[in-house]
């Protein structure tokens, strides 16, 4: 009697989850969440294979991914993790491939016009940035402002991933932050600088397929990804 | 052992641990005892409220209070009216945050104990002519002295645990919002794992003692009761 139940809860459980075509299960740097969202949108329509995202911070999804997370691809807001992955042999012989290139804003929504160089210079108080311990785009904000001088001077707010940090700044509890540029572009926001991409070193945006049973699958994405119209629709959000 | 910001880190969360158990041993006994003994119409509602932080994911309370201490918002604006900055992001929004977060820890032992005081202890009191505050301090008090303790020591010991509501308004600055879950969370995003190993290691052996210390301390309790 028990067996019987047991089997009907699974075949029960097995009905929502059948599976008409392929999934491939992809993990999201939280800064290209919305976009890969698209992306994989058009390419499920186009391939007739089912993305799943999950988006966490790049560290996150990396500790997750070590300990044997099922994910198939993995999009990485910097190259550094994808490299770690790659020496701890999870990514097996795949080639790292870079999706995106990042930008920062100096994002002031109080500010009446969009600040100038000068004006970012000029600032004080408080400044919401990502942890510049481990978020590439909090690393790239501590390059710039070392670059302009000013690391010493300001007290940090500190998201533990970019998101958060924009979230600091909409939600008013901060004056500005550095953000990632492609959340001002998306969210049409307005009052923002876009920091020259000389005062730091790129946020180069690293993905990698992970040598799983659907690795083929996810290579077609990862092709998608690369493909120029794609390309071109990343560069519209506020990539490079 | 460890390093300038673990230490830091672990008096700040000492601190913000005592300054909300402070609070809330201040304000949490005479809710407690409302709940234990109000039949008014609105004491579900209230008892709700106060049971809330137990079921609901830590973010939504951070992302409310991100709200509300906001200069768009009242009270972030009556805030900002004698404070430079926003409540978010400071010791103080991290007190009122813990002190939602631990209520039901505090109020729930005391509720408990206040409805299972015998009616016939408070009878007697007055008989003897013990007004209401005498009440209080000679009968009530000494006699629920254990449940107390363990009301503020579950209290403590949930605001050290507290790890989502900080992640959400803290801003990770040392001294200030930076508490021992969030420099964990630090050391591990930074794969720093030997610092990680160190800082989970403590928390872990602090709270098992902690809550070996309250069952003891219950253990005890208990069998002087059932011996008397």
């Known amino acids: ?240 | 052992m460890f390093s300038e910001g673990d230490l830091q880190a672990i008096w700040l969360t000492l601190k913000l641990a005592s300054v909300t158990t402070i609070l809330l041993m201040l304000f949490a006994p005479p809710l407690a005892w409302w709940l234990a003994r109000s039949q008014a119409k609105i004491r579900p509602l209230v008892e709700s409220l106060v049971a809330l932080p137990l079921i609901l994911p830590p973010t939504v309370l951070g992302f409310y209070l991100l709200i509300a201490f906001s200069p768009n918002h009242f009270l972030g604006r009556w805030w900002l009216s004698f404070n430079e900055h926003s409540l978010a992001f400071s010791f103080s929004g991290l007190v009122i945050a813990s002190v939602v977060y631990s209520l039901p820890f505090v109020v729930q032992p005391l509720q408990s104990a206040f409805v299972h005081l015998d009616k016939r202890y408070l009878e007697v009191s007055a008989t003897l002519g013990y007004g209401k505050y005498e009440r209080l301090y000679k009968i009530i008090f000494p006699m629920l002295l254990p449940s107390f303790i363990i009301a503020g020591a579950l209290g403590f010991a949930h605001t050290i645990g507290e790890f989502g509501v900080v992640l959400m308004i803290g801003g990770n600055i040392p001294g200030e919002t930076q508490v021992l879950s969030i420099q964990l969370f630090d050391h591990v995003e930074s794969l720093q794992y030997s610092e990680a190993h160190q800082l989970s290691f403590m928390l872990l052996a602090f709270s098992v003692s902690w809550l070996v210390l309250i069952y003891g301390f219950l253990q005890k309790r208990q069998q002087r009761i059932l011996n008397a």
Not at chain 1, 198 to 205: F, G, L, N, S, Y
């Open chain 1, 1 to 240: 009697m028990l067996r019987l139940l047991v089997s009907v809860i699974f075949v029960g459980l097995s009905c929502f989850s059948v599976a008409s075509q392929a999934t491939i299960n992809v993990a999201v740097a939280s800064n290209f969440k919305v976009s890969a969202q698209d992306i994989a949108d058009q390419f499920s329509h186009e391939y007739n294979i089912d993305v799943n995202i999950s988006s966490a911070s790049t560290g996150t999804l990396y500790q997750q991914i070590l300990h044997g997370a099922p994910f198939d691809l993995f999009l990485s807001a910097d190259q550094k993790h994808v490299d770690l992955l790659l020496q701890a042999n999870k990514v097996g012989d795949n080639q790292p491939f870079v999706y995106a290139q990042g930008r920062l804003g100096f994002w002031m929504p109080s500010a009446e016009t969009n600040p100038s160089i000068e004006d970012f210079i000029a600032y004080t108080g408080r400044l919401a940035i990502a942890n510049p311990k481990f978020a590439p785009y909090g690393v790239a904000a501590q390059q710039a402002l070392t670059s302009v001088g000013k690391w010493e001077d300001l007290q940090y707010i500190q998201g533990s991933n970019i998101s958060q940090t924009y979230q600091f700044v909409e939600s008013n509890n901060v004056k500005a932050g550095l953000v990632a540029y492609a959340a001002l572009v998306q969210k049409k926001q307005q009052h923002y600088l876009l920091i020259p991409t000389k005062w730091h070193q790129p946020i180069i945006q690293a993905g990698v397929v992970l040598g799983t049973a659907q690795a083929e699958q996810a290579n077609l994405f990862r092709d998608y990804l690369q493909s120029k119209p794609i390309q071109q629709l990343i560069h519209s959000q506020g990539y490079n």
